[in-house]
């Protein structure tokens, strides 16, 4: 009998901050959102780019490249909250600000019962630069940041 493979990035697990219904994971290979339906995970490629690969229920797999990226994929802790999420990795702390969800999404949610984190759900993302632009997002999550690893916040 053959076993299903986890979307996550890696089975060496570093840390996991649960919220509610998602569970942020950082891995020696890369940091994985999940809703216990869909999967996003991101990493940051050899060239420096950014990676988002989501997994939806039916195991369908989007693969898209991300205008920022963790400062490295070895995520050591994470924190999160209702609006960012800080992400410690080996090369300075990385920082995503939450996509805003739109009435009509809040709406729709609230008639089917779906919870607002669905990795699948389009949203607004939010660049760093702070343009606008339709893309899907994992939960409730917009573009990884870069922070400056002395913390010039």
Known sequence: MAGKKSPLPSNFVQFIHARGRVAWVGTDNGLAVTDGDSWAVYARSESGDGNLEITYPDKTVEKIKMPTALPNNFVLGIWADDREAWFATSDGLGHGIFAATSHAQTKRQAETGSHKSSA???????????????????????AVNNAHPAGNF
Request: positive net charge.
């Open 120 to 142: 699948h759900d389009t949203q607004n993302h939010v660049k760093s630069d702070g343009v606008k632009q339709k893309k899907p997002t994992p939960p409730n999550h917009a």
